[in-house]
């Protein structure tokens, strides 16, 4: 009895080195896009970011509390940006954390939501299906959720800035990119998250 509990609990304690290892390889990943072009993919049409994929990778691979970290650092690494080296004329606002951080600790929250409430209610043959829609899923809240809190609380402040009513900046950068995002995301991250899955299990 003695030898089968301290073989679970050596099981348990590599599990957590591991999970622990894959969220600091994700985190240093995310510093390195964020902060480079590795983090944007440029198309004729549109530039696409997406530095936010670890954090769909660690919480659909890892669990909530290793998207939750990733994510934080994301929205801390944003908000460090937005301090030191701000490029765009949005880029000030994200000074603000319930800009730059809350709509990212939220991907985390909404992938992990809808990937349990599928497998909860559909077959276990589906997962490919059910990582696509948790991507999709997160993925929009970070769009949707940053550009929300953009316009909540800086409505005004963006239209004396830029001279443009900051709901029409605003359906102007969804419109233009947000499908082309969610293709992209989806492509990456759907083969990504089968390959670590696979060598999780084993």
Partial sequence: ???????????????????????????????????????????????????????????????????????????MASLFIALTSPASILDPFFVNPLVSILPRLLIPVTTYGVIKLCQLIGKKKRATIYNILAIIVGNLTNTFGVYLMLYLIYAKAILEKSGTPAITLIITAISTSTLFKCIIVVLITTPIVAIISKQIKK
Avoid: Y
């Avoid at 985190?27 to 072009?37: D, Q, R, S």
């Avoid at 890892?62 to 994301?74: Q, Y």
């Fill in 1 to 75: 009895m003695e030898n089968i509990k301290n073989v679970t609990s050596n099981h348990h304690s590599t599990e957590s080195l591991k999970t622990m290892a894959l969220t600091g390889m994700l985190v240093a990943i995310t510093l390195v896009m964020i902060n480079t072009p590795l983090g944007r993919i440029t198309l004729p049409i549109v530039s696409v970011t997406i530095a936010h994929i670890p954090i769909l990778i660690a919480t659909l691979c890892l669990g909530l509390g290793s998207g939750l970290i990733v994510a934080l650092v994301f929205g």
